[in-house]
């Protein structure tokens, strides 16, 4: 079993639509909570982080977890077609002297006009 | 300010074939990191360095050698490529762990590997 499951998709989905993404994980010393965007042929970059349970509002943007369940979610509203990425959940625990960072496998998202 | 650069953007290599990957950042972080990215696997850790001179293992070592002689630098060598090495490889720095901005990985554009 993965320490981090996420549905790779794709997901497509009408602009202007909420949408719901989704990672569940095994490993209950994971402290910190990351969700990274990946645009096609281009690095991840870093779009929000928490680390309590709770929700996290930035914009359009609200990053939820729920540390009882081991279940995050990241929801964006009103999205646009400039949304269109895969979105990367990460987990951070320390271990062997740093913080160990792992990755789910990223949803592939699309929002069409 | 560049941030993190990888050079090259794309190789093609034989299988037994050699070759080295550069990364290089421009924001004086500690930490630097390999990953590698394989569909339906995510990102996975090859190796990583806490500081110029040091590095260490990650998840799948195997295959790969990493040097950290300038901080700012960190090399990532494939001795003699298999095509299982085919994949996109990120390089990633941070500035020590600590305070949760601290922990922020930076991430390059990626090297696409393709081992024949």
């Known amino acids: 079993q993965k320490e981090v499951e996420q549905d790779p998709g794709p997901l497509s989905v009408p602009e202007g639509a909420i949408v719901s993404l989704n990672c569940t994980y095994s490993?209950?010393?994971?402290?910190?909570f990351m969700w990274y965007r990946q645009y096609s042929r281009k690095g991840p970059e870093l779009l929000m982080y928490t680390y309590s349970s709770g929700n996290k509002e930035d914009g359009r943007f609200t990053a939820q977890v729920d540390k009882s369940s081991k279940y995050i979610s990241l929801f964006i509203r009103d999205s646009q077609p400039s949304d269109s990425a895969t979105y990367l959940c990460a987990m951070s625990a320390f271990s062997g002297g740093y913080n160990k960072l792992i990755f789910g496998a990223g949803t592939r998202l699309a929002v069409h006009p | 300010n560049a941030g993190v650069t990888q050079t090259p953007k794309f190789r093609v290599l034989k299988t037994g074939q050699s070759m080295t990957l550069l990364c290089a950042q421009d924001?004086?972080?500690?930490?630097m990191y390999w990953y590698r990215q394989d569909p339906g696997m995510g990102l996975r850790l090859i190796h990583y360095?806490?500081?110029?001179?040091?590095?260490a293992k990650g998840e799948v070592p195997d295959g790969y050698n990493v040097s950290r002689l300038k901080k700012q630098n960190f090399l990532l060598g494939l001795e003699s490529a298999a095509p299982s090495q085919t994949s996109v490889y990120f390089c990633?720095?941070?500035?020590?762990?600590?305070?949760?901005?601290?922990?922020?990985?930076?991430f390059g554009p990626g090297t696409r590997l393709l081992v024949l």
């Open positions: 990633a720095s941070s500035r020590k762990p600590g305070a949760m901005e601290e922990e922020t990985q930076y």
């Open positions: 924001m004086n972080h500690e930490y």
């Open positions: 490993n209950s010393a994971f402290q910190y």
């Open positions: 360095s806490v500081g110029e001179g040091t590095t």
